[in-house]
């Protein structure tokens, strides 16, 4: 697959595709479900010039400090946690790029996922404000936030219908502004779903990505995943993430373990180490 890749008889998106499948990834499980990068980091422009670097986000760094602000803080997280019991490792993050809440998030106005999302709110949509409205709005989130450090799904890649609410959901409306919300707040350059997929998939494939994107790689599957070159990145996640970091077969205690599955499943793991 990498030798097709790099001869470019795959593209990025089939070839992403692919590392998520071998690295354990499945549209059948919302813990470990394909994840995918931002790529961009214009969402306020009236046009998007695919041939300027500056409209890319920085692949080589994880998506919480793609924002230099946000480094500095992630550092001293990890610097100064310590753990009396001395069993769990330090960790930048204390969230994860890809989990089950994460996926119904996106996929909202979709079925299933617009029930399994009531289900895990106990019977009801989540308040507005934390809702998915606004593909610029996310973005933000991500640049001020430092615990916000969702990736993407693939489906920002190919499926219009998950900005549209086709079944009219009641989504509720923003505490501040009072806007109802509908289908998601597209950035100014897409002036439409269809359009957005389109420019979107566009950028993904485009030759700063594909110059860039083994950066990313690395970072989630690849060697920058786990040891000192993940520290050094910035790229430490919470030790439960990780494969093999706990032995749930070795558990007696039936609650133990019950809690500590329950945890994996909803936290977010990290893909196999390719």
């Known amino acids: 697959v990498f030798q097709k890749w790099v001869n470019r008889e795959i593209s990025n998106f089939d070839y992403l595709i ?4 071998m690295a354990g990834r499945t549209y059948n499980d919302l813990a470990q479900y394909p994840v995918f990068p931002w790529i961009l980091q214009d969402y306020t422009s009236e046009e998007l010039d695919l041939n300027n670097p ?4 920085d692949l080589s760094k994880p998506i919480g400090v793609v924002n230099e602000k946000n480094a500095k803080i992630v550092k001293e997280n990890y610097e100064n946690f310590e753990d009396p019991l001395g069993m ?12 089950a809440a994460g996926v119904m998030h996106y996929l909202i106005r979709v079925e299933p996922f617009t029930t399994l999302h009531i289900q895990l ?13 606004s593909i610029p709005a996310t973005w933000q989130a991500r640049m001020d936030n430092p615990n916000d450090v969702r990736e993407l799904i693939p489906e920002f890649f190919y499926f219009p219908e998950f900005l549209e609410n086709q079944n009219g959901f009641n989504l509720g409306q923003l505490q501040t502004s009072k806007e109802v919300i509908n289908d998601v707040v597209l950035p ?3 002036h439409s779903p269809e359009d957005f997929i389109y420019k979107h998939r566009k950028a993904l494939e485009s030759e700063y990505v594909s110059a860039h994107l083994h950066e990313w790689i690395d970072l989630i599957f690849g060697y920058k995943q786990r040891g000192p070159a993940a520290v050094e990145a910035l790229n430490v996640f919470y030790y439960c993430t990780y494969e093999g970091a706990v032995d749930l077969d070795a558990l007696t205690d039936e609650r133990e373990r019950k809690a500590l599955e329950g945890m994996i499943n909803n936290f977010g793991q990290t893909p196999c180490q390719l």
């Open 18 to 21: 692919q590392l998520n499948t």
């Open 54 to 57: 500056a409209v890319f986000r």
């Open 88 to 99: 769990i490792d330090k960790f930048h993050y204390g969230t994860h790029y890809s989990n």
């Open 121 to 133: 709110q106990s019977g009801r949509f989540d308040s507005a404000d934390r809702q998915f409205h």
């Open 188 to 190: 100014k350059w897409a």
